[in-house]
């Protein structure tokens, strides 16, 4: 199966690289201004703008006519074709989004980026692309040393079970990064090497999950909570930013102290979401999760900065790669199914069940455990109650079932019948799904 992977190396440029690398940077800032300010133009006069290959075309012709961009030669041609490619992207996607046809929040008319405060980025769309050793080549940047070994996609290139794509050089903090968008041909095993295994998981705020396996073991993993504990740090470092007078030396340092303990706040979460998911889809062939409304949730300020810092939107998605690539799959109970309120002993279902309430105990049968366990249980027997209905073709509605398991494809993220969604039940639906099953026990 061929999957889009993206391989991602920290460079050790020389310094006149890292001088190159800045200045291609500032050449993709310049070409994207440069464009838009084109399309404004010419939007204000005609009504409309340009595309991406006619800012290429419109830009090969002026700068060779304009001195005042005589430094143009200085930089790969990529640099600018592929910012032209991105404002090209922007508008057409603004133009979706006000149509409605973009999921998602409404973008806004794409804006000008200004050095220091926009992201230090460009890509290479061809040209010479290799690794090799613990070394990079890319095209006008000749060889650059990288921090680690590239061995395993150097091998996999020399294999020819990879083909560079792309390579997009960012900067974080102090640190330069080339990651390659590379086409992967993935042996995807027909099975998982645990088949059947399942695991209910319930995404907490307390912890990063809980999970409770088929065989009742209970799985918790804690989590960093990497912001909250470095919390007191960026304060810190951002009171010393705030006060250095601008445009002064000390304050380009403090800017640079502060981007690196954010970059370390981003780099342990995402550590520990890559272990807990690579360890969860390597285990289990079946991984229940709740559809979670992230957006949603983080609009509530009270919870927003702790649900951010577990990263579950994040979490989902590595979820769904992995599991695929393991033969396995996730399974996502609807954004209604109550896992939380649901008695997992007797299936009574409360009404409310304050986040402060850590314990669920039961009115009807006495039951009284931990909350996310009690959810992760619901989760796994959700999974389990519609696994032999699961198919490709669309869901079928079990009677007696604590949520109907709908199957639905998930488009680039798994293949048929490898992704299921499981809704849970709500009073007002029931007559949709009357109408899609003659089993429906309403
Ligand atoms: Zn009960």
């Excluded at 794409?110 to 990079?136: E, L, Y």
């Excluded at 073991?217 to 909570?225: I, L, Q």
């Excluded at 048929?416 to 109408?435: K, L, Q």
């Amino acid at each position: 199966m061929k999957v889009h992977q993206a391989y991602r190396f920290a460079l050790d440029p020389a310094p006149a690289q890292e001088r190159m690398l800045r200045s291609h940077a500032g050449a993709a800032r310049f070409a994207w201004n440069w464009g838009l300010a084109r399309c404004r133009e010419r939007y204000e006069a005609e009504g409309k703008w340009y595309s991406g290959t006619d800012l290429h075309r419109l830009w090969n012709e002026v700068k060779k006519a304009e001195p005042a961009l005589g430094w143009w030669g200085e930089n790969s041609k990529c640099a600018y074709q592929e910012a032209f490619r991105d404002l090209d992207r922007a508008l057409r996607d603004f133009t979706k989004s006000r149509k409605g046809e973009r999921k998602g929040k409404r973008l806004g008319f794409p804006g000008f980026k200004k050095r220091g405060k926009c992201r230090d980025s460009f890509r290479f769309g061809s040209g010479v692309m290799r690794c090799s050793g613990a070394t990079v080549t890319l095209p006008r940047l000749g060889t650059v040393a990288t921090h680690e070994s590239t061995r395993k996609l150097a091998r996999r290139l020399a294999s020819g079970t990879a083909r560079i794509l792309s390579a997009t050089v960012s900067r974080t903090a102090q640190w330069w990064f080339v990651s390659f968008t590379v086409e992967v041909d993935r042996a995807i095993p027909g099975h998982h090497m645990r088949a059947g295994s399942a695991i209910g998981v319930d995404l907490g705020v307390k912890t990063l999950l809980t999970g409770v396996d088929d065989a009742g073991n209970v799985v918790p993993v804690a989590g960093p909570k990497a912001l909250r504990s470095s919390l007191r740090q960026i304060r810190r470092a951002s009171r010393a930013h705030s006060r250095k007078a601008q445009g002064s030396a000390n304050r380009r340092k403090g800017a640079a102290r502060l981007a690196r303990v954010h970059a370390r706040v981003a780099n342990v979460r995402a550590d520990a979401l890559h272990k807990a998911t690579s360890a969860l889809a390597s285990r289990y062939e079946t991984v229940v999760a709740e559809d979670l409304n992230v957006a949603g949730m983080v609009r509530n300020r009270r919870l927003a900065r702790a649900i951010a810092d577990q990263g579950f939107g994040e979490a989902r998605r590595m979820l769904a790669y992995k599991t695929t690539w393991n033969g396995g799959r996730v399974v996502t109970a609807g954004r209604f199914y109550p896992s939380s309120k649901t008695c997992s002993g007797c299936g009574a279902v409360k009404t409310k069940l304050a986040l402060s309430e850590r314990r669920y105990v039961c009115t009807a049968c006495g039951l009284a455990l931990d909350r996310d366990i009690n959810a992760a249980v619901n989760l796994l027997n959700l999974a389990a109650s519609g696994a032999e209905s699961q198919n490709a073709c669309g869901g079928t509605v079990r009677p007696g079932l604590p949520g109907h398991v709908l199957v639905k494809q998930e488009p680039g993220t798994t293949p048929v019948g490898e992704t299921g969604t499981a809704r849970g039940r709500r009073p007002s639906r029931c007559r949709r799904f009357r109408s899609a099953s003659s089993h429906c026990p309403c």
